[in-house]
């Protein structure tokens, strides 16, 4: 579904990204692992189209996007969920919804669309006339993943989806990654909770300094020595 072949970026003088080599099959959750500063946002952001890519190629799904712009992904089936959320927070929590399904030609599915998202977040069903920018941080994680579900992607990138919440609601959060997985939707998780993201996904890739060090199926690399010492605290 997703193919990133020798991927350069740089920022200025700094390469931020080197020969960056992934794919990620249809049904799968593919996670991307590393300290910050490593690379992670910035192949999502380079996959989005929101930052210029060097060198390289992005397929997706058969096409080659990479010089496509970034308003022209979503209604091809890509969509993001962005570090730090960016709801709308001036915005009702219906109206961040609606805003996801901009793109879609189909108006007359909103409704069906609504149901489908509240069924994984009966919290934003309650909330749903309320202004986004006054939910919690759980709230606003959950909101900004219906937002992206709205567009019916194929692929959702997400973008740290548990940095800043408690123990208990990143359990949650990661649960419904999964679920929503297991319907049908193919999963790039970026996340410095190494040991959740390794649970849950099938295959990883980890990174360092924005090169690739190592990769495989995501269950041994969570017993790889070398992983746990570095990411998992053991």
Do not use: C, W
Not at 207 to 231: P, Q, W
């Amino acid at each position: 579904m997703l193919e990133v072949k020798d991927l350069h970026v740089f920022y200025g003088a700094i390469h931020a990204l080197h020969d960056i080599s992934f794919n990620v099959k249809q049904g799968e959750i593919v996670t991307l692992i590393g300290a910050n500063g490593a690379g992670k946002t910035s192949i999502l952001h380079s996959i989005s189209r929101l930052i210029p890519t060097k060198s390289g190629t992005i397929g997706f799904d058969g096409k080659d996007i990479t010089k496509i712009e970034a308003h022209k992904l979503v209604p091809l089936g890509l969509a993001q969920v962005p570090e730090g959320r960016r709801i709308f927070g001036q915005m009702t929590v219906l109206e961040n919804l609606e805003m996801g399904a901009h793109t879609r030609n189909n108006k007359s599915e909103l409704g069906t669309d609504l149901e489908m998202v509240f069924d994984h977040f009966p919290r934003l069903k309650e909330r749903v006339k309320q202004i986004a920018g006054t939910l919690s941080g759980g709230e606003q994680q959950m909101l900004a993943t219906a937002r992206a579900l709205m567009s019916h992607p194929t692929l959702l990138m997400m973008d740290e989806p548990s940095m800043g919440l408690s123990p208990i609601l990143v359990d949650e959060i990661f649960s419904i990654i999964t679920k929503i997985n297991k319907e049908g939707t193919t999963i790039l998780l970026v996340e410095q909770n190494a040991q959740m993201a390794l649970s849950i996904a099938n295959r990883a890739y980890v990174l360092e300094t924005g090169h690739i060090v190592k990769e495989g199926n995501a269950r041994d690399l969570l017993n790889d020595e070398s992983v746990k010492a570095a990411y998992l605290g053991t």
